[in-house]
């Protein structure tokens, strides 16, 4: 088996997202350290503008299972055309792009093909032949680096892991339509969708997180209040999600949004390191916490030792005078 | 309807995180486990597993719950605790193999036992063990079952004989109707697990565990398609800038100020 294929499920129709452009980046240099070729496997319904893209990103073929049935996720759908990708490239190595269903898709894909996976890759390391991947462990305090001795290697990716290659406009790549049928029966149907409207966190430039130093459920008025006067979104940690005072999709961390904003305002959170994992990227990370000793003043920018219930309302009037100019 | 649950024993991740955070954290000379002694508790996400189980129970279901888990002796206690939170039964795996990075040999230990078992309408799972964070064993588990997947449930219910199960997705909350047998992973948005009553305690204490060797499931050959090579704690570089003032108006005007040199406001 020769071949890099970075897996793409449910491409948007204009093109390819950040994520998925990471996965063809970082397939780009595994595939150079193998000295094989990168191939791109797109699963999905209306794939022209993806399947254009990836070859001008780089992918010398593109294979695309393309029909009505793979509009949306299915889980039995898509690792059965993931799997036909597999066979058809011939790849020795699979890399599941980032994406809302790569959980599923990537172990299934793992067991399907005998080998395994590793979640949430983000490095490779390559002596030419043999390959490990490097992945963050318990909440990002460690990393672990896990060899995959059988091929086809499935890895799915954590976020920010390469830049997408620079596309290059005309690139043409091989292309291969992969035979798909629907499968006989649709195990898991989707009753109400998921319908997330308004600005997404992963894309604000600004956002002002809340913790349990809030100490009341109703306090994160004020962390809305702040990210609204400051024009970002509010996000909070996984303690306040699991106590109901804020939604799961404003949760920021390994097991909520991984955002990478200009400005993160972090208040009466402690900074673990599963927080840490969702935020650590941001441009500039300020920290305020009763204890001078928290963790989130290793990880900040700038930092005010002090209760935050005193000085967001402070932050809020200034963000509003500033804001009426 | 008969439930099983897949639970873990893992390494405390706040005590890992502590450690790591004042530089305490240590790998042993085997480069692939740490020497500080951590305490070893259930996976967080397989306890919230159990509660969604507990659910479908109070919702008037008929369901038997069995727990099973794969490792050594130390893993009883994990399983006493299921017994205590109201398992009806609990099954350990011994396996002399069991470790981090062999998820699909886990899940083909599991597979070989939920055959065995027969009648299994629904395996639990949480979303991913909080030691290595890998999630890889529900979605293959359900592959090898050859079960439909749902991942990051919250809420489970039954009806028709099917499942209709809340997901806390990235793109916000769906819901979806899925036939059984089912793999369905439970994540942390489902809420805070129930205390073990009193009477289960009780009844945990004395609750041994039946022990299945590995080696007489009948799991296929023992790959080791991925295996750790290697565990690191990487260095988190402080810089931080203590904002100063008398009040805290003092200290959100210097900040402000500090935030505009930056370019960020």
Redesign the interface.
């Known amino acids: 088996m020769s071949g890099v294929l970075v897996v793409i499920a449910q491409p948007g129709p204009a093109g390819l997202n950040q994520a998925e452009g990471e996965a063809l980046g970082l397939g780009r240099s595994l595939a150079d350290a193998l000295g094989e070729p990168l191939a791109c496997a797109l699963i999905g319904q209306g794939l022209e503008a993806a399947a254009s893209e990836a070859a001008e990103r780089g992918a010398e073929q593109v294979l695309s299972a393309d029909a009505d049935h793979l509009a949306t996720f299915s ?2 759908a898509v ?1 059965a055309a993931a799997a036909e990708a597999v066979s058809a490239s011939g790849a020795s190595s699979v890399i599941v792009a980032r994406g ?2 790569a ?6 894909l ?3 093909l ?7 890759a983000s490095a490779f390391r390559t002596d030419g032949a043999n390959v ?1 991947a490097v ?5 990002g ?10 091929e086809p ?1 499935v890895v799915s990716l954590a976020p920010g892991v390469a830049a997408p290659p620079e596309r290059e406009a005309g690139r043409a790549a091989e292309t291969v339509a992969l035979d798909v049928a629907p499968p006989a ?1 649709e ?10 409207t308004g600005p997404r966190l992963e894309d604000a ?2 956002v002002v997180s809340g913790g349990r130093g809030l100490q009341l459920g109703e306090n994160f008025g004020l962390i809305r209040e702040l990210a609204e006067a ?1 024009g970002g979104l509010p996000g909070a940690s ?1 303690a306040i ?2 106590d ?1 005072w804020a939604p ?2 404003e949760q920021v961390g ?2 909520g ?1 991984i955002v990478s904003p ?2 993160y305002i972090a208040a009466g959170i402690s ?4 927080h840490m994992v969702g935020c650590s990227t941001a ?2 990370l ?2 305020v916490n009763t204890d001078a000793d928290a ?1 989130i ?11 935050c219930l ?2 967001l ?3 809020i ?3 509003r005078e ?1 804001a009426a100019g | 309807m008969h439930i099983v649950i897949c639970v873990k024993q893992v390494v405390d991740p706040d005590g890992v995180n502590s450690y790591a955070l004042w530089g305490q954290l240590e790998v042993d000379d085997s480069g692939r486990a740490f020497s500080t002694r951590l305490p070893l508790i259930i996976n967080a996400y397989d306890d919230q597993a159990i509660e969604a189980a507990l659910r479908l129970r109070d919702a008037g279901d008929d369901v038997t719950i069995t727990a099973i888990s794969v490792g050594g002796e130390d893993v009883d206690q994990v399983l006493k605790h299921c017994v205590a939170m109201g398992c009806n039964e609990i099954i350990r795996i011994d396996d002399p193999e069991a470790g981090a990075g062999n998820a699909l040999r886990t899940a083909r230990l599991l597979a070989a036992q939920i055959e065995e078992l027969g009648d299994v309408d629904l395996v639990l799972c949480g979303r991913q063990s909080s030691d290595y964070d890998q999630g890889a064993v529900p979605g293959a588990l359900a592959e090898l079952l050859g079960f439909a997947c749902v991942t990051l449930g919250f809420g489970v219910t039954a009806e028709d004989g099917r499942l209709r199960v809340q997901r806390a997705t990235p793109l916000g909350e769906e819901l979806v109707s899925v036939a059984t047998p089912a793999v369905v992973t439970i994540s942390n948005e489902l809420g805070v697990p129930r205390y073990p009553t009193s009477r289960g305690m009780i009844a945990a204490r004395r609750r041994p565990p039946t022990v299945r060797a590995a080696a007489d499931l009948e799991a296929g050959e023992g790959a080791h398609g991925v295996e750790l090579v290697e565990l690191f704690v990487p260095d988190v570089q402080g810089h931080c800038e203590q904002i100063e003032g008398a009040t805290p108006a003092e200290q959100a005007a210097a900040l402000f100020a500090r935030l505009e040199e930056e370019g960020v406001l």
């Open positions: 889980g039995d690792v809302p269903n959980l599923e898709l990537a172990p299934r793992g067991a399907r005998g080998g395994g996976c590793v979640m949430g490990e992945a963050s462990v318990f909440g305090s460690a990393r672990a680096v896990y060899r995959m001795n059988a290697r029966e195990r898991v149907t989707v009753e109400e969708p998921a319908a997330l430039k600004i400051l996984r999600v699991d109901g799961a999709e390994l097991t949004k200009d400005l900074g673990a390191s599963q441009r500039v300020v920290g963790p003043f290793r990880y900040a920018r700038y930092g005010i030792t002090a209760d005193e000085v309302p402070e932050l009037r200034l963000a500033r």
